[in-house]
């Protein structure tokens, strides 16, 4: 089945700077990435997702990039605010398969 | 509803009683998931069923839990003789297909004595 894994598991950036998260995928049939957010106590939520026939995807001040060949994707966060400070789960799925968390990424932004 | 609704949002049980988690997914939605969520943890896969097919179960950490979906619907998750080790945040999500938005219910907060 899927593995995921995603790094770091923390990250402390100041206001404004970029922050970036990491993930590696296992199977080469998985085609979907989407990226959840979860606050302090809620449930989490999705913030940006793309599929395995584009490479990078931008929504204001979030990025996604996609590696297929090298089985990686990336969350991108440039001018970063404190209410970024979440922790971030990519995940991974394909046609067959079921929706694979990575471990998370405690991200702090710091004034 | 709009949402993934789920019920109880809180229960509290005493070790070694029965539990019953309810979800009411998104109308529509094929495919639902449950996750357990321990505090400061990531999201621990549980189970995954979509449409008509045999449910992933893989995940499940023994034979006390079990879940069921009825009519494509409604899940529970069932957790037989409780153990301590079971209190966590139970996650239901539901999504129109494996490659499309899973939206995540509020959570049930399971707390074993």
């Known amino acids: 089945g899927e593995n995921v894994e995603q790094h770091p598991s923390t990250l402390s950036v100041q206001e404004g700077d970029s922050a970036v998260i990491k993930c590696t995928y296992s199977?080469?049939?998985?085609?979907?990435f989407p990226w959840y957010k979860q606050e302090l106590g809620k449930r989490p939520q999705l913030i940006i997702d793309?599929?395995?026939?584009?490479g990078e995807k931008k929504d204001q001040r979030i990025a996604v990039t996609l590696n297929k060949t090298a089985k990686h994707f990336s969350l991108h966060i440039t001018e970063t605010q404190p209410e970024d400070s979440a922790v971030y789960f990519c995940?991974?799925?394909?046609?067959?398969?079921?929706?694979?968390f990575g471990t998370g990424t405690r991200l702090q932004v710091t004034l | 509803g709009a949402g993934v609704s789920q019920s109880p949002s809180n229960k509290v049980t005493e070790k070694g009683k029965d539990v019953e988690l309810r979800c009411d997914p998104i109308?529509?939605?094929?495919?639902l998931y449950w996750y357990r969520q321990s505090l400061g943890q990531g999201l621990e896969f549980l189970i995954y069923?979509?449409?008509?097919?045999?449910?992933?179960k893989s995940g499940l950490p023994s034979d006390r839990f079990s879940a069921e979906r009825t009519g494509g619907s409604v899940s529970t998750l069932t957790i037989q003789r409780t153990q301590q080790e079971d209190s966590a945040v139970y996650l239901c999500?539901?999504?129109?297909?494996?490659?499309?938005?899973?939206?995540f219910g509020q959570g049930t907060r399971l707390t074993v004595v």
């Open positions: 199977d080469s049939a998985s085609n979907y």
């Open positions: 069923f979509q449409g008509n097919s045999a449910p992933d």
């Open positions: 793309i599929r395995s026939n584009v």
């Open positions: 109308s529509g939605h094929t495919a």
């Open positions: 999500a539901s999504s129109l297909s494996q490659r499309s938005e899973a939206f």
């Open positions: 995940a991974a799925t394909g046609t067959a398969s079921k929706l694979t």
